[in-house]
Structure formats: structure tokens, C-alpha cells
């Protein structure tokens, strides 16, 4: 497959037209179509549908887009690799957005010169990105033993009880773990690793947890918390801007503490430039 071939599929797909592809891709518009359909033969697959009016990707073309657009970050990783400045990093939506830009910065001011390419996205997206080779470090919520990759813990991020102001939980400075039977939960993102983390807490009795909405964020469980739709277990450092700002009140629960343990995670076969290693030990003393 040509990878210039690929750029054009891209951008036909973020456009929905091939003049406008055309366009940003600096091409004729006869020569990005003409790229589009050698891609298709090369796949065997019909990758979109023409239209008077436009084009739009096919099923099979939504699926191919990730893997073109790993196979065109690998092009970039490889023509730099002979000179690397940069470490690729993946990270699972919570690390990526609550917990990652502190980090990134200091790493960055650390390392005159050395700039981090953050990717974001689900739990299963980062691993599969790692898999490819797009990236060279996922930091993840959650992991599955595999032989491929080597994982070690480089966080714990404590768990609170987020809940609206003037809630009947407010002011206290724990609740014991019990309450939390008697309340609709809001779930957020899933395979985050929550659900595990209950049960090795509360064993059996995790079956018993009530999940009266699954909202598929945490952005969107805080904002259901602050309009009272119930309350939710997230990790602290997702809400210290709102903790801050009285729009929503965080709780610990009381005993042993709810702590998420975060894994660094590498292929076996990892590379060997600066960048990675530095970015390594970095994440790994980082407090």
C-alpha cells in the first residue's frame, strides 16, 4: 500500500470530498480519486461511495481509517527515526486528560529539545495503538497480561465519591463503603478498570452495586453529578478544579483506600532512542 495513497483516502474521509481533499493534499482532483481507487484495488474493498453530491467512507471504510492513520504515523516515526527527538506516548482518556499535561510539561522543560506526541483515547485503543507500533508507551487504567508487552505500576490515583453540594453526604469527611449500596452509581467510560477494583474491594457483594446510568464519560458523570442525577466513584485528580470551585464535593470512603493503579506499559521488543528511555525513568520518579 502507498502511503501517499493512504493520505488522500484520509482526507477524502475528512472532508467528504474529493475537491476538497484535493485541496489541502495540493493534488488535481482526478489524481487524488485515481489514488483512492489504487488504494480500493490494492485492499480489494470498495472504501467510498460517490456521490453528486459528495462521497461518503463505506462501512469497510470506517473501519480502515485507524489503521491508515497508524500506518501514516509509522512513515513519520520512521523517517525520524534515525535522528529521534520525540517519544510517542498513549495514554487511556482519564491519564491522558486529568493527569498527563502536568506531566508532559515537566518532562519537556526537563529535556530541552525532546517533545512528547500524546494520543489519546480508550483503554483498548491505546493498547491496540501500542500492538501496531504507532506508539512507544501506553499509560492505561487497565491490563490484560499479554507475553508482547511488559507492564509495571508507575501510579496509584486515589478514588473518591463525587456528589452535588448540599447532598446528604456533604461535610463528612468519609462515608463508610456501605452507603454506597443504597445509591444509584453513575458509571463512566468503559473498561477503565472500576468495576475490578470493586470487586477486589467488596468481593462478592460487587454484584450488588446499583449502576442507574452508564454515561460513557467522565465529563459526562460530572456533569450529572453537578444537575443531581446521582453519584459516581472517579479518581480525585478528575475533579480538583471542581472541588476547588464548589460545583462538586469529593469523599473518601472510609477503610482501606479506593486507589486505581495505573500501568506503564511497553512492547517487550521496546525501542532503544534517548527519548523513550529518558521518558521512562521520567514517568517512573515522577511523584
Same mark, same amino acid.
Given at each position: 500500500m502507498n502511503v501517499e495513497h493512504i493520505q488522500s483516502f484520509l482526507a477524502v474521509g475528512r472532508f467528504g470530498s474529493f475537491r476538497d481533499a484535493a485541496r489541502e493534499r495540493g493534488l488535481s482532483q482526478?489524481? %487524488?480519486?485515481? =489514488?483512492? #481507487?489504487?488504494?480500493?484495488a490494492s485492499l480489494g474493498t470498495r472504501l467510498v461511495v460517490r456521490k453528486r453530491s459528495g462521497c461518503q467512507l463505506t462501512q469497510e471504510g470506517e473501519r480502515f481509517v485507524e489503521y491508515a492513520e497508524t500506518? %501514516?504515523? &509509522?512513515?513519520?516515526?520512521? =523517517? +525520524? /527515526? &534515525?535522528?529521534?527527538? =520525540?517519544?510517542?506516548?498513549?495514554?487511556?482518556s482519564n491519564i491522558g486528560i486529568y493527569l498527563l499535561p502536568n506531566l508532559v510539561r515537566a518532562f519537556e522543560d526537563a529535556h530541552p529539545g525532546l517533545t512528547v506526541d500524546l494520543t489519546i483515547g480508550t483503554n483498548e485503543m491505546i493498547t491496540r495503538q501500542l500492538d501496531l507500533g504507532a506508539i512507544d508507551v501506553a499509560l492505561v487504567e487497565w491490563f490484560v +497480561?499479554?507475553?508482547r508487552f511488559v507492564a509495571t505500576v508507575w501510579r496509584r490515583e486515589p478514588?473518591?465519591?463525587i456528589i452535588p453540594?448540599?447532598?446528604?453526604?456533604? !461535610?463528612?469527611?468519609?462515608?463508610?463503603?456501605?452507603?454506597? /449500596?443504597?445509591?444509584? #452509581?453513575?458509571? !463512566?467510560e468503559r473498561?477503565?478498570?472500576?468495576?475490578? #477494583? &470493586?470487586? +477486589?474491594? /467488596?468481593?462478592?457483594?460487587?454484584? +450488588?452495586l446499583r449502576i442507574a446510568r452508564q454515561l460513557g464519560s467522565t465529563e459526562a458523570v460530572k456533569e450529572a453529578v453537578k444537575n443531581r442525577l446521582g453519584v459516581? &466513584? %472517579?479518581?480525585a485528580a478528575a475533579v480538583r478544579d471542581e472541588v476547588a470551585a464548589g460545583s462538586i464535593a469529593a469523599v473518601p470512603v472510609e477503610g482501606a483506600a479506593l486507589a486505581k493503579r495505573l500501568y506503564c506499559v511497553t512492547r517487550r521488543r521496546a525501542p532503544g532512542h534517548a527519548p523513550f528511555a529518558d521518558f521512562l525513568t521520567f514517568i517512573q520518579s515522577a511523584p
Open positions: 482526478p489524481a %487524488v480519486s485515481r =489514488q483512492v #481507487l489504487a488504494l480500493e500506518m %501514516v504515523r &509509522l512513515q513519520a516515526r520512521a =523517517q +525520524e /527515526f &534515525l535522528r529521534p527527538r =520525540q517519544v510517542a506516548v498513549g495514554a487511556s +497480561e499479554t507475553p478514588l473518591v465519591v453540594p448540599g447532598h446528604a453526604w456533604s !461535610g463528612r469527611t468519609s462515608i463508610p463503603s456501605d452507603w454506597l /449500596f443504597d445509591e444509584g #452509581l453513575l458509571g !463512566g473498561g477503565t478498570g472500576t468495576g475490578a #477494583l &470493586l470487586r +477486589e474491594r /467488596f468481593g462478592a457483594r460487587a454484584s +450488588e459516581s &466513584l %472517579v479518581m
